[in-house]
T-cell receptor, first 113, second 117 residues
């Protein structure tokens, strides 16, 4: 079945440095790739998404890249701040529908002051 | 925009009772909503797809008679955990789809922490 793998499971970076989280997916028909940030005890918050017709998207300190040939996509956070500490989930659509998505296993990001 | 609410945020109930969780899209209409379950330090597991005006579609292994879903309007879906037992204790999260076709996006509620004693 469809699968999304996410690495690393935990990541600790110095404040101000960059953080990169990588995901791979199995369904070649997937065309929508959102990233969510989840803080303790809260629901996931959409932080950025990318669709298959583009290879990169940026929003201030956050960027996502997509390589459809290799079936992998990555989240890049630059100039990290303490409030970036959270669990981050990548996801990929099941088939061509952007509604139903399958999640990666999550990355716990810690920002060291 | 694109705000999804859940009520209650947390609930404690006795074993054998039923609990209803509401999910509302506050500023958009959603023909499709999803219900997820999340165990501590784990990812989100899709339980079912809730479609307005029709029966929910359940994922494999999810008991439809135990987790009753009703999507009565374009802004409200409810999940009822019937005859709850301690193993049903979990974090339940709903999401609602905003937009159509190639521009649709899934937004999540804040979650409901269910504890069954």
């Amino acid at each position: 079945g469809e699968n999304v793998e996410q690495h690393p499971s935990t990541l600790s970076v110095q404040e101000g440095d960059s953080a990169v989280i990588k995901c791979t997916y199995s369904d070649s028909a997937s065309n929508y790739f959102p990233w969510y940030k989840q803080e303790l005890g809260k629901g996931p918050q959409l932080i950025i998404d990318i669709r298959s017709n583009v290879g990169e998207k940026k929003d201030q300190r956050i960027a996502v890249t997509l390589n459809k040939t290799a079936k992998h996509f990555s989240l890049h956070i630059t100039e990290t701040q303490p409030e970036d500490s959270a669990v981050y989930f990548c996801a990929a659509s099941i088939g061509s529908s952007a509604s139903k998505i399958i999640f990666g296993s999550g990355t716990r990001l810690s920002i060291r002051p | 925009g694109a705000v999804v609410s859940q009520h209650p945020s947390r609930v404690i109930c006795k074993s054998g009772t039923s609990v209803k969780i509401e999910c509302r899209s506050l500023d958009f209409q959603a023909t499709t909503m999803f219900w997820y379950r999340q165990f501590p330090k784990q990812s989100l597991m899709l339980m079912a797809t809730s479609n307005e005006g029709s029966k929910a579609t359940y994922e494999q292994g999810v008991e439809k008679d135990k987790f009753l879903i009703n999507h009565a309007s374009l802004t409200l879906s409810t999940l009822t955990v019937t005859s709850a037992h301690p193993e049903d204790s979990s974090f339940y999260i709903c999401s609602a789809v905003s937009g159509l076709g190639s521009t649709d996006t899934q937004y999540f509620g804040p979650g409901t922490r269910l504890t069954v004693l």
